[in-house]
């Protein structure tokens, strides 16, 4: 089978996490130019309307629901109006994700809570419903788990104190292997993406050049920097790949 087959998308369904802007909307773009039906979320409904509408656009099949992913009871019913639209989900994205910067002596409990909440509760909601009710029955579906290069390293860009969010991004790593050893039997593959530094609405108060001078290709992510290893673990060409986390770092870890 030609890599192209490999990567033909057409007939199924994928739903995007927090994908009304930066590398949800990124990751959203690539799966419709591969031939799937798009499903994206995000607590804005302008912001989510914005993008259906530049997806819809570039000719892609695009749903936009309004869903705070930090209410863990709006996840189930979210996730009902995606298979009423669309059918059985192929492709769950977990993007969605929050940050709380803070010293660890000045943190409060709220923030920890609202991190740990949003980074890794709903993505363990929002993988067994889709599990449960899409992937495990017809033994087959990818799961693409969005972590960080701070959940590999513990560092922090800049010295801005986040404790809670490498924490949480440590947890995803984890939450992704042993996923991927659970579900591997079904057919099932789950891998998560460890982003670099990315000029998103999250990183806007990062010192942008000094953040990217720690990179050895000297730049951050650009706009279409995830949509490679996106379109892999999405797609039959990792079928045999389960259980990994790639960093899109311009080689921040293998300093």
Not at 38 to 49: N, P, Q, S, Y
Not at 59 to 65: H, I, K, R
Not at 103 to 114: A, D, S, V, Y
Not at 197 to 204: D, E, G, I, V
Request: proline letters at 5%; charged letters at 15%; aromatic letters at 4%.
């Amino acid at each position: 089978m030609s890599l192209a087959q490999l990567q033909n998308l057409k007939g199924r369904a994928a739903l995007v996490t927090g994908g009304s802007r930066g590398l949800g909307l990124q990751m959203a773009e690539v799966l419709g130019e591969l031939g799937a039906k798009v499903a994206i979320t995000a607590r804005k409904g302008d912001e989510l309307d914005a993008a259906a509408g530049h997806l819809k656009s570039l000719g892609v099949e695009a749903l936009p629901l309004v869903c705070d992913m930090g209410n863990l009871a709006a996840i189930p019913p979210m996730i009902e109006q995606v298979i009423a639209a669309f059918g059985a989900i192929d492709i769950l994205v977990n993007n969605a994700g929050t940050s709380w910067g803070a010293p660890t002596i000045e943190h409060t409990l709220e923030g920890w809570n609202k991190v740990i909440t949003l980074n890794v509760t709903a993505i363990f909601v929002a993988s067994q419903e889709v599990g449960r009710r899409c992937m495990l029955p017809r033994r087959r579906g990818k799961v693409i788990n969005i972590a960080s290069i701070q959940g590999l390293t513990g560092g922090y860009p800049e010295g801005v104190p986040t404790l809670a969010y490498n924490t949480s991004k440590g947890a995803v790593v984890n939450l992704t292997r042993t996923l991927a050893n659970e579900w591997a039997p079904f057919g099932i593959n789950v891998n998560a993406i460890a982003p670099g530094y990315f000029p998103t609405k999250m990183t806007a108060q990062l010192d942008t050049d000094a953040t990217s001078e720690m990179a050895p290709m000297k730049r951050g992510g650009g706009p279409e920097d995830l949509k490679g290893v996106t379109a892999l673990f999405a797609s039959d060409a990792c079928a045999f790949i389960t259980g990994q986390t790639l960093a899109v770092d311009g080689g921040v870890t293998a300093i």
